[in-house]
Nanobody, 121 residues
């Protein structure tokens, strides 16, 4: 089993910055990529940024140029640097770890508990 834990959420004014971190532990040989998703009240969960298994990245169009995803050498820790935050970025942010042998379109990812990000105007 894999445990995924996020941290770094909080309240920030529009234009400010936050840095989220996520660490996967346990049987980490099972996973080969990690990323960030978010869910605002009344909306579906959506991609924010993620690594693919080959090291390439995907970003949502509405965060490109503002958010940056990075990882450490173990590939089991990821960071989301969020700059120029907007009120529309307010959501619960979830870290996900993708199983080796699966795609990001599968339904068997390991998920963190979520961390609240609130951006005030």
């Amino acid at each position: 089993q894999v445990q995924v834990v996020e941290s770094g959420g909080g309240l920030v004014q529009a234009g400010g910055s936050l840095r989220l971190s996520c660490a996967a532990s346990g049987s980490t040989f099972i996973i080969n990529a990690m990323g960030w998703y978010r869910q605002a009240p009344g909306k579906q969960r959506e991609l924010v940024a993620r690594f693919n298994s080959d090291g390439s990245t995907n970003y949502a169009d509405n965060v490109k140029g503002r958010f940056t995803i990075s990882r450490d050498g173990t590939k089991n820790t990821v960071t989301l640097q969020m700059n120029s935050l907007k009120p529309d970025d307010t959501a619960v942010y979830y870290c996900a770890a993708k199983r080796r042998g699966s795609t990001w379109y599968a339904q068997n990812h390991y998920w963190g508990q979520g961390t609240q990000v609130t951006v005030s105007s």
